[in-house]
């Protein structure tokens, strides 16, 4: 009977724990961690998002007044992490809290540079999206230094200068990819290289494709992890190639050439049914096959169309890819076979996208929130909607029945309601 009562409780406890992991793994599911989303996709697992965007169903919770920056907000539980650059010398980094907008705490270190060309048109100010991981927050700032704060207190737990510590050039145009926590490693773009480093310490682990930075290093795109042919992998877009690699060394197990105008491959990769879908500016929309045969791999170009996308990174849904393109226009393409859908009126010159469902919310950087369906049919426009009259580059974060909108000198909080 002991042994009855003994069992009944151990399973109990089991179940109780289960229950519990399954909560924390659903409420991390819902923050707004990284680079477009949890899984660096785009998708909102949040609120059921209402059926248009208006005042009646968008509401400003609140509104916290900042210095100029291109980072997304990082949204946890109960903060929000901003980003700016202060008096074109500091980088600060200041968490809000959630629910009243209220500053918590800032920190911040010596940190600017002037971009040049058409670059210096929008502004010299940090670029990359921060990540959040277990209590700590990783900011990569516009010299390609890396910070980790404890994102509690704002204490800086480590920091990273990779041009000071490897020799690398200083990126001309501003470090633009955003950090990858995956396990206890990050994953960068920087310092001319892709570098994995251990994310409690910095120390690094390996680094790989180094090009030196400069003008025509530092790349742009963002890393990403997927499974092609059975195999994990890491995924990254250098400014001229686009590469697989183990995660464990490092090592390069695939890599393809990207046409690109002065280096401008800026698209974080999308994976679909063991294919890589990307799209260079002034080039085309490519989709490539890497094959794994014995542990030799080869790469094929699938399909390409001339539908050149600019700095928006797309979203997808059965199988269909939609896209902000070079031209402003939203598109859809199929990804089995390259054949365009649709195409809509032009919209702003960048669009960063969130996708539940069926619908699509892309944040512009006129300030207008425009909606439509995901669907291959035809463009569906479902509502579009001012949030600033400031620009809005940085990418639209989204949690709970929240969506909060960087604008280049604020930050708002919308409450939204499905009903």
């Known amino acids: 009977m002991k042994s009855n009562v003994f069992t009944g409780i151990a399973l109990l406890v089991v179940a109780a724990c289960f229950s519990s992991s399954l909560q924390a793994q659903e409420s991390e599911s819902t923050n707004w961690s990284q680079w477009r989303g949890p899984?660096?996709?785009?998708?909102?697992?949040?609120?059921?998002?209402?059926?248009?965007?208006?005042?009646?169903t968008l509401k400003k919770a609140w509104r916290k007044e900042l210095g100029p920056s291109y980072s997304g907000p990082i949204?946890?539980?109960?903060?929000?992490?901003?980003?700016?650059?202060?008096?074109?010398?500091?980088?600060?980094?200041?968490?809000?809290?959630?629910?009243?907008?209220?500053?918590?705490?800032?920190?911040?270190?010596?940190?600017?540079?002037?971009?040049?060309?058409?670059?210096?048109?929008?502004?010299?100010?940090?670029?990359?999206?921060?990540?959040?991981?277990?209590?700590?927050?990783y900011v990569a700032g516009i010299t390609d230094v890396l910070v980790c704060l404890d994102s509690d207190t704002g204490k800086i737990l480590w920091k990273k200068d990779f041009p000071g510590e490897t020799g690398s050039k200083k990126p001309d145009f501003g470090c633009a990819s955003s950090p990858m926590i995956l396990d206890e490693a990050l994953y960068m773009q920087a310092g001319g290289a892709l570098y994995k480093?251990?994310?409690?310490?910095?120390?690094?682990?390996?680094?790989?494709?180094?090009?030196?930075?400069?003008?025509?290093?530092?790349?742009?795109?963002?890393?990403?992890?997927?499974?092609?042919?059975?195999?994990?992998?890491?995924?990254?877009?250098?400014?001229?190639?686009?590469?697989?690699?183990?995660?464990?060394t490092g090592k390069v197990?695939?890599?393809?050439?990207?046409?690109?105008?002065?280096?401008?491959?800026?698209?974080?990769?999308?994976?679909h049914d063991n294919n890589v879908f990307t799209s260079s500016y002034r080039n085309?929309?490519?989709?490539?096959?890497?094959?794994?045969?014995?542990?030799?791999?080869?790469?094929a170009e699938k399909w390409k169309v001339k539908k050149p996308a600019y700095m928006s990174t797309p979203v997808v849904k059965d199988g269909n890819v939609y896209m902000h393109l070079q031209n402003q226009r939203f598109t859809c393409i199929d990804l089995n076979n390259g054949e365009t859908k649709w195409t809509s009126a032009p919209y702003g010159k960048y669009s960063s996208m969130i996708i539940q469902g069926d619908k699509i919310v892309a944040l512009d950087q006129r300030g207008e929130l425009v909606m439509f369906r995901a669907s291959p049919e035809e463009f569906e426009l479902?509502?579009?909607?001012?949030?600033?009259?400031?620009?809005?580059?940085?990418?639209?974060?989204?949690?709970?029945?929240?969506?909060?909108?960087?604008?280049?000198?604020?930050?708002?909080?919308?409450?939204?309601?499905?009903?």
């Open 39 to 56: 899984a660096r996709d785009g998708n909102f697992t949040g609120e059921p998002l209402p059926d248009k965007l208006d005042d009646s």
């Open 75 to 137: 949204v946890t539980d109960d903060r929000v992490f901003v980003t700016e650059t202060k008096d074109k010398k500091y980088e600060v980094v200041t968490a809000l809290d959630r629910e009243t907008g209220k500053v918590m705490w800032e920190t911040e270190w010596k940190g600017s540079m002037k971009v040049p060309f058409f670059a210096a048109e929008n502004g010299s100010w940090i670029r990359s999206t921060p990540a959040w991981d277990d209590g700590r927050l």
């Open 197 to 248: 480093l251990n994310k409690k310490t910095g120390e690094v682990i390996w680094s790989a494709l180094s090009d030196g930075g400069g003008m025509m290093g530092s790349a742009f795109a963002s890393p990403t992890v997927a499974e092609l042919n059975g195999v994990q992998q890491l995924l990254v877009q250098t400014r001229s190639h686009l590469n697989g690699l183990d995660l464990e």
């Open 253 to 271: 197990l695939w890599s393809q050439p990207v046409p690109s105008f002065r280096g401008m491959n800026i698209l974080t990769p999308l994976v």
């Open 284 to 299: 085309h929309s490519y989709m490539y096959s890497p094959v794994n045969k014995g542990g030799e791999w080869n790469v």
């Open 382 to 419: 479902l509502s579009e909607h001012r949030v600033s009259d400031e620009e809005t580059w940085a990418h639209l974060a989204a949690s709970g029945d929240e969506l909060f909108v960087r604008e280049l000198n604020a930050i708002t909080a919308f409450q939204f309601d499905s009903k």
